[in-house]
């Protein structure tokens, strides 16, 4: 079974920066897409951010030049940068690995964006 561990949430400014980590337990080069999700309280989980096998990067439109996604293969990790923090990007944010129909879940970091 592979399991997701995220870190990095914390306490920011607004206008601060954070970088999120996704360890995974299995090499992510055998999974489809890597991706970051949110879910603030009150509202569903929404994607912000995912990167292909192949490298390729797919972002929501409200973290575009925002947030970058990257991936190192050799230490099984996904990041995500996120720079210019809004009170609005306030949410637990989780880790989503997907291989084929297989769908697996971190257990989500608290980012709060607060002044």
């Known amino acids: 079974q592979v399991q997701l561990v995220e870190s990095g949430g914390g306490l920011v400014q607004p206008g601060g920066s954070l970088r999120l980590s996704c360890a995974s337990s299995r090499s992510i080069l055998t999974s489809s897409s890597m991706s970051w999700y949110r879910q603030a309280p009150g509202k569903q989980r929404e994607l912000v951010a995912s990167i292909t096998s192949g490298g390729s990067t797919n972002y929501a439109d409200s973290v575009k030049g925002r947030f970058t996604i990257s991936r190192d293969n050799a230490k099984n990790t996904v990041y995500l940068q996120m720079d210019s923090l809004k009170l609005e990007d306030t949410a637990v944010y989780y880790c989503?690995?997907?291989?084929?129909?297989?769908?697996?879940w971190g257990q989500g970091t608290q980012v709060t964006v607060s002044s």
């Open positions: 989503k690995r997907q291989v084929g129909p297989a769908t697996t």
